[in-house]
């Protein structure tokens, strides 16, 4: 038996992904999310959070996506938004401080919310990025968070949030038998993150993300999927 978390990214993009996010919880297999506090939506994610506490709410990260809660001016461009993936993964030159302190203050912000708050990942995987290791590994440290591996290895000096993470439910790989197939990949014991990304459909999804239309394929696969016998819900 394989132990299963279905972690929603994007949870407080927009009023769209955020009811996405609670439907796929309350008439599905999604277990768990973590939330962007600098996007437009986080403050009606805080209160749909509130409203269903069995989900679990991490925090979702963000330094490519929207505008930062703090004064960082090495890390957004001439209208004050976060640069994009492309320049930030590719900055040799990164201004570690400054992500540091605007990831503190994302992080304070979910805190203030009174929302528990269970794990930490990021928007992009920018958490991955080399040189914000000992960033990542102070937070966590500091806030007592499990953080998402990578694949199935694990970022070092941090408590890990999973065994194993899965990013393939995603785009032309989404699959109605998706959870029919997973425990086939991993052996007995294994607890297993699948990163998913359910939405419905609005102006700032359809003009702001490059990943949209699939969000309610997402969705639907979510609310009408039954897990295999070999397959538990963490």
């Known amino acids: 038996m394989i132990k299963l978390i ?28 973590t ?27 963000v330094l490519t996506c929207g505008k930062p809660l703090t004064n960082v001016p090495d890390l957004v461009d001439e209208d004050g938004y976060f640069k994009k993936n492309s320049i930030i993964f590719n900055d040799p030159n990164l201004n570690v401080e400054q992500v540091e302190q605007e990831w503190t203050a ?63 439910f995603y ?12 425990a086939d990949r991993f052996p007995d014991g294994t607890v297993v993150e699948v990163m998913a990304h359910p939405g419905y459909l609005d102006s700032s999804v359809l003009t702001g993300s490059s990943y949209n239309v699939d969000r309610v394929k997402e969705l639907e696969i979510l609310t009408t999927v039954k897990l295999p016998d070999n397959i538990q819900l963490a």
Do not use: W
Not at 10 to 29: E, L, M, P, T
Not at 35 to 61: R, W, Y
Not at 171 to 182: A, I, N, P, Q, V
């Open 106 to 168: 994302q992080i304070e912000k979910f805190l203030a919310s009174g929302v528990p708050l269970t794990h930490m990942d990021s928007h992009h995987h920018a958490h991955g990025i080399p040189l914000l290791l000992p960033v990542v590994q102070r937070l966590s440290k500091k806030y007592n968070l499990p953080v998402r591996c990578s694949g199935d290895v694990q970022i070092e000096g941090v408590p890990a949030f999973s065994d194993v993470l899965t990013t393939d």
């Open 171 to 182: 785009g032309e790989t989404l699959t109605f038998d998706y959870f029919e197939k997973l």
């Open 35 to 61: 939330l962007m506090t600098n996007m437009p939506g986080a403050e009606h994610a805080f209160q749909l959070a509130k409203e269903n506490p069995e989900l679990q709410v991490g925090i979702h990260l």
């Open 6 to 33: 279905v972690n929603s990214d994007d949870f407080g993009y927009s009023r769209a992904i955020n009811f996405g996010v609670i439907d796929a919880h309350k008439y599905g297999i999604l277990n768990s999310a």
